[in-house]
């Protein structure tokens, strides 16, 4: 009797732990920095030589003062710096269209094995006329400089910065001088086939994360709050050596027609709730590892008692939201404007009687990432700037939106918000590690990700 109990006992355990996937694995320190300075390398050697040709600026020049870094230079040093260094100057040089990139860092030190030190101090002690010494040298037709109206990406100058280098440039040169935002932008929004290779891994990870945070491991109904949830999301980031850039946010729909949350400001969640049955709980959740970012919103709903499955009613609704992601990735079409991508997308939902927002951006080196911007949740009309930025291939987006969909089992609107990481490559979106095609049960038994 005992033997047939510790068999059984056995059984529903294996059982349990099939229902989770195995934890991805996070690469040692060692080994993400040598990945990620491999990165480094090809992408000046293949990625830079065709943006600098393609907006025309021959010479790129990166400035940085330690505690305040530029956007960009993040994304230019190694590994293991963790910011600039004192005032660190990285400069990128063109011969002419097409070649390859002549690297050179104005510091007192070789910038990784990309920018090998330009500047001796013993002979040169003041920095800026060593930079305009090699300017003068190079004679480029445009130098770009990271100053921007439209993304605070490609704005990393700062005044005093600026000030000092145009006093120092020679008047000859002056007219020379072009906003580097273009450059910029292109240069964070390309992605690489080896970073693509891996961002399939760094999106797992985040659904890995997201699915044991809602499920009867992390959850105890009538007990557990949102607040709960969401600390044990940062906890259990860092117990896998991970980051972060943003807090997570749990909140909660149910079926109580007093309460309207569809209608509910993003600014304005409601504090901390206890999960109760008969909950859907969304989660808006993001990771950073090997500096590429993910941006994940989705959707759990806490069995009642007597249910043994996510209500159709409920899961019907969620396809709605599934189907305005298929409108907006199918009006992805390289060279439209994230503008145009938006106003099309909302032509057809309104003509399939969808009603919702669509609020999707460039997802990368950044969560919040340089790019084309289609839709704000707080403006659905055209977006000045960002949203004029045209669509390239080998790009990265956090597709972003929700749909508003009438429950009658509630009596009220439920709002299905979603956002899951895709890739462009010049003809059709792809999401990194699936998308998210039925709502998460708590408890539950089967995976729930689908193509």
Partial sequence: MIKRYFLLLAAALISLNLCYAQEPVVLPLKSQAELIDSWLDERIENVLP????????????????????????????????????????????????????ETFAIARYDVGKAFKRAWDPESQPDQWEALMELISAKNPKKIGLNIAKDYGHADGLT??????????????????????????????????PSEMATYRHIQELAHYIIQEGLSERVITPGKTTT??????????????????????????????PSSNEASRSFSSRPSEMTIMPGDLLHIDFG???????????????????GETEVPDYLQKAFEVGNRLQDILTENY????????????????????????????????????????????WDNQGDTPGAGDHKLFPNTGYAIELN????????????????????????????????RQKKILAIPRSSNYLGN
Avoid: C
């Avoid at 330690?66 to 660190?88: G, K, Q």
């Avoid at 006093?167 to 040169?173: F, G, R, T, W």
């Fill in 50 to 101: 065709d943006l600098m040709t393609e907006t025309g600026i021959d010479m790129w020049v990166v400035i940085s003062r330690e505690y305040n870094e530029d956007p960009v230079i993040r994304t230019l040093l190694p590994a293991t710096w963790m910011a600039a260094r004192r005032r660190t100057i990285l400069v990128m040089y063109q011969p002419q269209p097409n070649a390859e990139v």
């Fill in 159 to 192: 005044h005093t910065e600026y000030q000092s280098f145009m006093e120092y440039l020679p008047n000859q040169m002056t007219d020379r001088v072009v906003s580097a935002q273009t450059l910029a932008v292109r240069w964070l929004e390309t992605r690489t």
């Fill in 227 to 256: 607040e709960d949830v969401v600390w044990w999301y940062r906890d259990k980031i860092k117990s896998m050596k991970l980051d972060t850039w943003f807090h997570p946010t749990v909140d909660i729909q149910r079926p109580d």
């Fill in 287 to 305: 990771i950073t590892y090997l500096r590429l970012n993910t941006d994940t919103q989705e959707l759990a709903y806490v069995l009642k008692a």
């Fill in 333 to 376: 079409v390289t060279g439209r404007t994230g503008n145009e991508i938006l106003r099309a997308a909302r032509t057809q939902m309104e003509k399939e009687g969808i009603r919702g927002s669509i609020y999707t951006h460039p997802l990368g080196f950044y969560g919040h990432s340089a790019g084309p911007t289609i839709g704000m």
């Fill in 403 to 434: 749909a508003v969909v009438y429950v009658e089992e509630w009596k009220k609107d439920v709002r299905i918000m979603l956002e899951e990481g895709a890739f462009f490559d010049g003809e059709k979106v792809t999401y990194y590690n699936g």
